[in-house]
Structure formats: C-alpha cells, structure tokens
C-alpha cells in the first residue's frame, strides 16, 4: 500500500483483491520528535541515516531525534517514518522589493539551519506588462550549498483578484507561503550587481528559529489537525512507535506516554518505552513502574540505559532508537514470533549497557514487564529478555510474551491491510469463500514458518449475510484462531471490516482446535 499526502487530503491505493498475504513485510517504525529542519506533521519515509540527516539535519544537542535514527539504521532497521513536530518555531523570511512595498514569502520548514531563496525575472513577458513575472524558489543545504529543491512559477501576477494570484499559486509549494501585506506593485526583478544581465537570488532578510523545547501537546497534537502523534493517520499501517526523550536530562511526560500507548493500541502497534533519567537502580525501576501503573501490552519497556565507549562523561542513554532497530532486524531475520536474545542480535560495541544486573534482579525486572540488558558474547549487549509491560496484568497474561503479542499485532494489520478490498465487493457466500482462502494461505505460510506451535488453525469469514436492518454497514467479519510459538493458550478474535475502518475484537465463542485438521 502506498499513499499520497496533499494538503490534509490523503488518497489511498488499497492492496489488490485475491492477492496472495504476505508473510514477511518489512517492519515499520514511526519516531516523533524535534528537528533542525523538515516539514513539520508530515510522516516522511527514510531508509537511511544519511537520507535522514539530508531532510532533517545533524544530530542536535537540543534533540535526541537524530541520535535515535542513527542508531535505528545502525542496529538493521529498514523503514523508518520521521514525523517532526515543533513548539513556536518559526520559518525564514525572505523579502522582495516590489517599488516601495514587498512580496513577502516565508518558510514553509521552520529552523534555523533552513535555507531558501528567491528570484524574481521578467522573461517571456511584454515590456508593456507591469503585473506578470516569473519566480524562481530555491531550497539549499546549509552545509553544501547545493541547491536540494527548485520551484519555478511562470507568468505569476501580484494582484489578488487575479487568475494566477501568486498566492494561490504558492499553495501547492513544499518550499515557501506568500504573508501579508500583499505587495501594491509588481515585484521587481533580481539582478546580479557585478552581472546586471543575469539574475541574482535574494537570500532571507529574517532567519528562522528552532522554537523552544517540546511539551506534551506538542507530541501528542491534534487528531482533527492530524499533528504530532496523529499525522500518523496519513500513513496505512507502522509496527513500532518511539518518542525520543524530548530533551537533554527530561523524561516523555507522562500524558504523552499515555497518548501513545493509546494510539498504539488503536493501531495495533507497540510502543518502545524508555528507562527514566532517574531509574538508577532495578529497585527505583521497579517502583518507578509501579507508580506510574505502566501495565500495558502494548508497551516494549527495556532496563538499564547505555553509555558509548567513546563518550568521555559515560552519561547513560537512552537506547530505544537501537531497540527498534533490532526489532526490525529481528523480524527479518527470524521472524516477530522469536525472541531477541537470538546470534546477530546484539547492540554495537559501542553501546554498554549502564551497570551489570544479576540474575536475581533480572527475574524481579522481568516480572515487572522490564526487558533486561546485559552483557553478552563477543562483548556486546544484548536484550536477554523479551516480555510486554503487561505481564504480571491478569486480564494481559496472554500477552505478557513479547514474541506472542507481536505475532498477534503482526497477523492482525496484515489481514486488515490485505482484506480491506472485500468491502467494496458484493456480500456473497463466494466472497467469503474468497477471503477465507485467502487468509488460509497466509496462515499456513505462517505455521511453514513455525510461527504456531502446530499446523491447526481456523479461518472463517461472514460477508454480510447476517445483516441486520439495523446494522446497514455490517461488512465483513473475519474470525481466526491459532496458538502463537510458546503460548500456552490458543489466540482468538475477530476483524471486522467496513467502509469506515476495521475493528478488532477478541473473541470467547471460537470453534475448538480440536476440530481443526
């Protein structure tokens, strides 16, 4: 599935009826946080650090955002979506003389290190035409000065009741906005003072500024407005969700913790939680999570913080980016149904984990939902256990497996992005029929793979034929019952699909597996 964001519209291409499931996509995962530069709100898909740091700049002292993706690409992850978020930044300003007033254009990428510039030219126009002009806008990497994006808008014109309003026109551009006060007169052209014949570019008259540090609402945003954790509504479908630490020596705040793991479980995905500043010891850990009643499912949590090496101060860090990473990497290599303490799992060398944890104080952060890292072979780190922050939750025991609860995330956005075609068909016996083969070899390809503790499980679908007058939209229901590798328990529940969305269910009233072949 891909899809196309333009100005809050987003169109989405579904996946193709009747085609085959497949088994391992790759593992997507979602960072939210502060940046140099970039669009703001906007998920942008990055396969590498380097790629990263060309859309949102260098590492900054003031954000963990950067360190983060370095280590998720380090670490083997793949597809990363960036979303930035800002508190009162502000974007460059440039301004172009238009006889005695300005057309005034403002970045639409606020920060400091964004560079844009502009040109106005008069080619192709009659000499007699005071109000037409062309414009030339320019985006520019600070470090390089190359030239990374170029808008040019032809035969432009500065009065507001006009056909092509050079406002109007600059509503389409990822670069700048035109702000009030509107010029009164045509802008004037830009020439080179050495060159007069050739055209110059007007730099900003105005930088802009990196805002001050974020807050809550800043990270969780607007859900009408599709900011911060809600521009993920613009992108299908993500596994993994990280907030970065929102500053140097602060914590994710706690309303933005609870925001998260909320749209997480409304999105069927996990979210990586880190160790706090002052977590010191596995005892203040485990009080800390207590007191903070952290018992979800939904939530990686992970113990001790880590240092690098080569960092003079060894000031713990936070690692949730690397985390990510190695979940990527997991899935491709292994699968989500194995645990992480697998060959070729571990953290860099680089990475140390903070202090040794013995085995008993490993047992007592376990049960209380914290993955421990420890000193592994070779000399790197690794995560040595893998459990959700809802073990020791009753209502959550299933799911108190990391590997279990993941496979269930994993098959559950799979058949919903898979079978979302099937609303737009006719409500049939032959269209159940359809979706049920086609979830059937999605399922076995998992148990070839030896996501299930054996071959059985079922598939059966409802397409609409018990509609009831009152339920117009009823859709399509897909049941599925399998029991995850290293469950003691089988796994059921349903997905019902409609125009509107899908909707999960667990479900108690499951055919027994006993009658599966």
């Given at each position: 599935m891909s899809d196309v964001v333009d100005r809050g519209i987003t169109v989405t291409e579904m996946s193709p009826m009747d085609q085959p499931i497949d088994v391992s996509p790759e593992t997507t995962a979602v960072f939210v946080g502060r940046a140099l530069r970039g669009p703001l709100n906007e998920p942008l898909l990055v396969h590498s650090y380097g790629e990263y740091r060309?859309?949102?700049?260098?590492?900054?002292?003031?954000?963990?955002?950067?360190?983060?993706?370095?280590?998720?690409f380090e670490h083997g992850g793949k597809d990363l979506y960036i979303v930035r978020v800002a508190n009162n930044a502000r974007g460059?300003?440039?301004?172009?003389?238009?006889?005695?007033?300005?057309?005034?254009?403002?970045?639409?990428?606020?920060?400091?290190?964004?560079?844009?510039?502009?040109?106005?030219?008069?080619?192709?126009?009659?000499?007699?035409?005071?109000?037409?002009?062309n414009l030339t806008l320019q985006r520019v990497d600070p470090a390089t000065g190359l030239v990374t994006d170029q808008e040019l808008y032809r035969r432009a014109n500065y009065r507001e009741d006009a056909k092509n309003f050079i406002a109007d026109l600059l509503l389409t551009s990822t670069i700048a906005v035109v702000e009030s006060p509107l010029p009164m007169h045509r802008p004037e052209a830009t020439v080179s003072v050495n060159t007069p014949f050739n055209s110059a570019y007007v730099q900003h008259a105005q930088q802009g500024s990196d805002g001050q540090e974020l807050s809550d609402y800043d990270l969780i945003g607007s859900r009408s407005g599709e900011t911060g954790l809600f521009a993920l509504q613009q992108i299908p479908r993500f596994d993994l969700l990280y907030l970065p630490p929102p500053g140097k020596g602060r914590d994710l705040g706690p309303a933005s913790l609870l925001a998260a793991e909320l749209y997480c479980r409304e999105r069927s995905a996990m979210l990586i939680v880190d160790p706090g500043v002052d977590w010191l010891t596995p005892a203040t850990a485990v009080a800390a999570v207590r007191d903070a009643g952290l018992a979800s499912p939904s939530m990686i949590g992970y113990f001790p913080r880590m240092y690098e090496r080569s960092d003079s101060e060894r000031a713990p860090r936070a690692v949730g980016g690397a985390l990510a990473g190695l979940l990527c990497k997991l899935d491709r290599t292994y699968g989500p149904w194995h645990e992480l303490d697998q060959q070729g799992m571990g953290f860099t060398r680089d990475l140390v984990a903070a202090f040794d944890i013995d085995d008993g104080d490993a047992n007592i952060l376990s049960r209380k939902g914290l993955n421990v890292i420890a000193k592994g072979s070779a000399g790197r780190a690794r995560v040595q256990t893998s459990v959700t922050m809802g073990r020791g939750s009753e209502s959550h025991r299933k799911f108190a497996s990391l590997p279990v609860r993941r496979l269930c995330l994993k098959v559950i956005s799979t058949i919903?992005?898979?079978?979302?075609?099937?609303?737009f068909e006719p409500d049939d016996a032959r269209l159940a029929d359809r979706i049920c083969a086609q979830v059937t070899a999605y399922l076995a390809s998992l148990s070839n793979l030896g996501a299930f503790e054996d071959d059985?499980?079922?598939?059966?679908?409802?397409?609409?034929?018990?509609?009831?007058?009152?339920?117009?939209?009823?859709?399509?229901?897909?049941?599925?019952?399998?029991?995850?590798?290293?469950?003691?328990?089988?796994?059921?529940?349903?997905?019902?699909?409609?125009?509107?969305?899908?909707?999960?269910?667990?479900?108690?009233?499951?055919?027994?597996?006993?009658?599966?072949?």
């Open positions: 060309r859309r949102f700049g260098d590492c900054w002292t003031r954000s963990s955002l950067g360190p983060a993706a370095k280590q998720f460059a300003m440039i301004c172009l003389p238009a006889s005695g007033s300005a057309l005034v254009l403002r970045a639409l990428e606020p920060g400091s290190t964004e560079s844009i510039r502009a040109a106005i030219d008069y080619d192709g126009i009659d000499a007699d035409n005071d109000e037409i002009f919903d992005h898979a079978t979302r075609w099937a609303i059985r499980f079922v598939v059966d679908c409802d397409a609409g034929l018990s509609k009831r007058v009152d339920g117009v939209e009823h859709g399509v229901t897909i049941l599925v019952v399998f029991r995850p590798l290293g469950c003691a328990e089988t796994i059921s529940f349903t997905l019902h699909q409609t125009a509107a969305g899908c909707r999960v269910a667990t479900t108690a009233f499951a055919p027994a597996m006993e009658d599966c072949a």
